[in-house]
């Protein structure tokens, strides 16, 4: 059983660039998840999925940010026009819907935006 | 208003020795569940515990307890016989709602960083 898997592990960018990230969850989990972690704090909800649909959006999830999934396995996160307060670590976690208390996270991505 | 509240920000435990590690939240749900994650230097997030707020017991996992004292509104965890490989970060997180229509989202306290001395 493979855990949660996200790629890449680091990305450097410069303010104002594109940036994609990717998460496969745990093969059997209908849910999937996204937090962001800035240093010293915990991590903040963004977003989440239950199978294809996007279920609730955070208001942290500015119009730059958008996230889909779209068959319901891997997710991508796309940050158009970073800006440098978009660096942190992007952490994505899955669950399955019934009967799972726990999330499931994977390593994340580190962004860096220069 | 924060919903998790970790009041130590770091703590230095000699090896060993059990350490506890203060939880309080804040809810006006009566259902919820609280959990803590173990997040070590490489930065992956590592599920310890959980307890539900309709559970009598408190939750127990191998070294880890979960001290729910729920009418404080207080979830410690404690790690027993502490080792040098629980030196990590440890956040406290709440999900409110146990419905199955559930808000699923999980809320995280700012952490607490143990130290184990050798």
């Known amino acids: 059983d493979t855990g949660v898997s996200q790629d890449p592990r680091h990305k450097i960018t410069k303010r104002g660039q594109n940036v994609t990230f990717r998460c496969d969850p745990i093969s059997e989990h209908n849910r999937l998840y996204w937090y962001r972690q800035t240093l010293g704090q915990g991590p903040e909800f963004l977003t989440y999925f239950q199978n294809e649909a996007q279920l609730e959006k955070s208001r942290l999830l500015s119009d730059r940010f958008s996230a889909e999934r779209p068959k319901g396995s891997f997710s991508t996160l796309e940050i158009q026009r970073t800006e440098q307060g978009d660096s942190a670590m992007y952490l994505c976690?899955?669950?399955?819907?019934?009967?799972?208390?726990?999330?499931?996270f994977g390593p994340g991505t580190r962004l860096t935006v220069t | 208003a924060q919903k998790i509240t970790q009041t130590q920000p770091g703590m230095f435990v000699q090896e060993k020795e059990a350490v506890t590690l203060d939880c309080t939240y804040d809810?006006?749900?009566?259902?919820?569940?609280l959990f803590w994650y173990k997040q070590p230097s490489s930065g992956e997030m590592i599920f310890l515990i959980y307890q539900g707020s309709y559970d009598e017991q408190n939750a127990t996992e191998g070294r880890y307890s979960l001290n729910f004292q729920k009418a404080r509104k207080s979830a410690n965890l404690v790690i027993s016989a502490s080792q040098l490989g629980d030196s990590a970060m440890y956040f406290c997180a709440m999900r409110e709602g146990l419905s199955m229509n559930r808000d699923d989202k999980i809320i995280f306290g700012k952490g607490t960083r143990l130290h184990i001395l050798p």
């Open positions: 809810t006006s749900d009566q259902s919820y569940g």
């Open positions: 976690a899955s669950s399955r819907y019934r009967g799972s208390n726990e999330q499931y």
